[in-house]
């Protein structure tokens, strides 16, 4: 196994932290820079059984500081990025674009000006892996499914400045050579998802016996992936992938929101020995999301053709080690849900 020496942003984020994990543990001779902010998104705890590895490293710092990129580029020596550094939640860049457009497009676009820089010489055994999002695509008919030409349109703030990401990443492909792969991910679920999201959101409010937000009529579709599965595609194809090209990550699992509220309903009741119904009767239809897509569908066969990757862990499955992770892990829910969080929940939901 060949030497390589991998930065990784947003590692101490929720995927970012199963793709650090998998490759630290997966690649010993490979070295893993973590280079993370540590916004309210990211969370060392998320990594405390890899910490010590003696291939893994963390490197605090922010994609829009252009000169400290350089220095960990130069620093490390670094010949391969997988970019997951974001602002990830749609709900938060209704009311905070600029913020969006900061980090996912500027901060993007530095990263590629620095790999472009520090590679200039020789872009043999390098890659720059951008992981975008299946939202770029905008909402699917019924019926439809997203492949890689199907044509972007964004409809969120946070999918707007995604897919301007990914139009700085191919262009930084076709107009300087750099070797690039794009990866585009349903909605991803498991240990260590931030609470804003929907799933931890509802098992956090089962949890405290509070209300459970649905946004509108609960039809919106979203087709669910576990995240270790996301971690093990984004392996394959920065492994396997071909420069230049994009893929769609799915696990063919679509759920209405209601229905899946329900189930996971039905499974909390069952981990919590209450009676079946109990947590459902905290359901409340709130207001709707602005522009709220109403379907997400990934149609992941090209992937599946060219690296033999597939999801793994079925939803009942997956969904089940999720309630078992957060139920075993109350004290990492109660630390991230503490202070700025009580704050982002009250004006969040404040009124709908
Ligand atoms: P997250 O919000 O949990 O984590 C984002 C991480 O990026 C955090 O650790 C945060 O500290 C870090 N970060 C933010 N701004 C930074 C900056 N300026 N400099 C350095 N680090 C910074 O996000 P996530 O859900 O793990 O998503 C990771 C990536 O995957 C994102 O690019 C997102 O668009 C994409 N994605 C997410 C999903 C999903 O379902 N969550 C699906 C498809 C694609
Ligand atoms: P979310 O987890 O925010 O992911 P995304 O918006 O990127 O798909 O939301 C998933 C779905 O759940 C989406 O249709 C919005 C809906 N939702 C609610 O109904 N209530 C909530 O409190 C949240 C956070 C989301």
């Not at 010949?79 to 674009?97: F, K, M, Q, W």
């Not at 579709?221 to 992938?241: S, T």
């Not at 207001?287 to 862990?313: C, N, Q």
Request: hydrophobic letters at 35%.
């Amino acid at each position: 196994m060949s030497e390589r020496k991998i930065l990784i942003t947003g590692g101490a984020g929720f995927i970012g932290s199963h793709v650090v994990r998998l490759f630290v543990n997966k690649y010993p001779a490979y070295k893993i820079i973590n280079y993370d902010k540590l916004t309210y998104a990211g969370n060392l705890e998320n990594l405390r059984d890899v910490e010590d590895k003696a291939n893994y490293t963390f490197e605090k710092g922010d994609i829009l500081d252009l000169e400290h990129l350089l220095q960990t580029f130069t620093k490390h020596d670094v010949d391969g990025v997988i970019h997951l550094a974001a602002e990830s939640h749609v709900d938060r860049s209704l009311h905070n674009p600029n913020e969006f457009a900061a980090t996912n497009i500027i901060g993007t676009l530095n990263i590629l000006r620095v790999a472009q820089t520090f590679w200039h010489e020789d872009y043999r055994g390098k890659l720059f892996y951008h992981i975008s999002t299946d939202e770029v695509y905008g909402t699917a008919e019924h019926g439809q499914y997203f492949t890689e030409t199907t044509p972007i349109d964004p409809r969120s703030p946070y999918s707007a400045s995604k897919a301007s990401s990914d139009h700085f990443v191919s262009a930084f492909n076709n107009s300087f050579g750099l070797p690039t792969v794009i990866s585009r991910c349903s909605n991803n679920y498991g240990p260590y998802h931030f609470p804003e999201k929907l799933i931890p959101l509802l098992i956090n409010n089962i949890l405290n016996d509070k209300p459970l937000p649905v946004y509108g009529k609960g039809e919106n579709i979203r087709d669910w992936l576990y995240v270790e599965d996301h971690a093990r595609a984004i392996d394959a194809i920065f492994h396997k992938g071909k420069v230049g090209e994009v893929y769609n990550i799915g696990g063919n699992n679509e759920w209405k929101n209601i229905d899946l509220v329900n189930f996971l309903c039905h499974l909390m009741d069952q981990k919590l020995g209450k009676e079946d119904g109990t947590c459902a009767k905290l359901i409340t239809y709130v207001k709707d999301r602005a522009g709220h897509d109403l379907r997400y569908a990934i149609d992941p066969s090209k992937l599946i053709g060219e690296t033999g990757w597939r999801p793994e862990v079925s939803f009942e499955v997956g969904l089940e080690k999720t309630i078992d992770w957060f139920l075993a892990n109350k004290e990492w829910l109660r630390n991230v849900t503490t202070g700025a969080y009580l704050q982002y929940y009250t004006t969040m939901y404040q009124g709908r």
